[in-house]
């Protein structure tokens, strides 16, 4: 079959009796381009597994299975499985699990499937509604050596924001305490079947082996974090105080770190909230 062809596509699922859901975040692709520049940019070769998220109808799935050494990509919609046993069903590395990808224990997955890899990678046409927690899901495990994911263009834009850019947040800081992020192209709404009101990008994200600083206690780092994006328009000081309590310790930290008075979170970098977090932790 053309797997690129919407009408194509629209035919062998409607054979299967399968429906968009669009609860799911379902939106296949529908030009190789997308998945064949994916596996160039971001490196995937026959020295590389690669656990994929939500492979769909497979598409993604199979230019994966061309590149690397094996795929194991994790279905959570029941109705897509036979789907996938008739579009994969010529390739001998890839395999398939039904399940919520944020109910799996990846590293059991990985010591089942990945032992002994050399390079282990997650590569996803993400489903957009639970983009967040997937991401946080992968960096905290620590399991993978690089992520390369589409997501919308305006997330995208987020996790590879600069200090002091509209765009950046607690989770800029988050993805980049975890990981290098590197937006390698953008993806128009026209290249998917159903399509979707907005643009997408590839994000890369290169997965740090150490963290970029030294941070005592990583859950104060990431408290410190979240209190002081909380209320972007006010200064630090209170946004640490209603999140810690103690002004006067506050203040003092931050006198004695070098800050002004009048600091705002959002123009501090990764060391500035280490530093702020491990003066809290003594
Ligand atoms: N990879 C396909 C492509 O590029 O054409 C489909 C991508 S579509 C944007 C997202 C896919 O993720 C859908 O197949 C959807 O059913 C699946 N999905 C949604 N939530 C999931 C979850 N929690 N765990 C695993 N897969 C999920």
Request: hydrophobic residues 45%; aromatic residues 10%.
């Amino acid at each position: 079959m053309n797997f690129f062809h919407p009408q194509e596509i629209r035919a062998v699922l409607e054979r299967h009796g399968f429906h968009f859901s669009k609860a799911l975040g379902q939106n296949f692709l529908t030009q190789s381009w997308v998945p064949e520049r994916m596996m160039t940019d971001s490196g995937v070769d026959k020295d590389c597994v690669v656990l994929e998220i939500g492979p769909g109808m497979g598409t993604l799935t199979q230019a994966i299975a061309r590149y690397a050494e094996k795929v194991v990509a994790v279905e959570l919609d029941h109705a897509l499985i036979p789907v996938l046993a008739e579009t994969l069903a010529e390739f001998s590395n890839v395999t398939v699990l039904e399940g919520d990808i944020l109910k799996f224990d990846l590293s059991a997955l990985c010591n089942e499937h990945f032992a002994g890899a050399k390079k282990k990678l997650v590569c996803a046409n993400l489903p957009y509604y639970i983009t967040t927690p997937i991401l946080s899901y992968l960096l905290e495990s620590r399991l993978f050596d690089g992520v390369c994911v589409m997501m919308q263009k305006e997330v995208a834009l987020r996790l590879c924001a600069e200090s002091g850019s509209a765009d950046y947040g607690a989770f800029s800081v988050f993805t980049q305490y975890y990981a290098e992020p590197e937006i390698l192209f953008s993806v128009p709404s026209s290249c998917f079947v159903p399509q979707p009101k907005v643009d997408s990008a590839i994000v890369y994200l290169k997965t740090r082996s150490a963290p970029p600083v030294p941070v005592t206690d990583e859950k104060l780092f990431f408290r410190v974090v979240r209190a002081s994006f909380a209320q972007r328009r006010k200064k630090l000081a209170n946004g640490l105080t209603s999140a810690f309590g103690d002004k006067e310790r506050i203040t003092r930290i931050l006198e004695e770190l070098g800050y002004q008075e009048n600091v705002r979170g959002e123009t501090l970098g990764i060391p500035d909230f280490a530093k702020i977090a491990n003066k809290l932790a003594e």
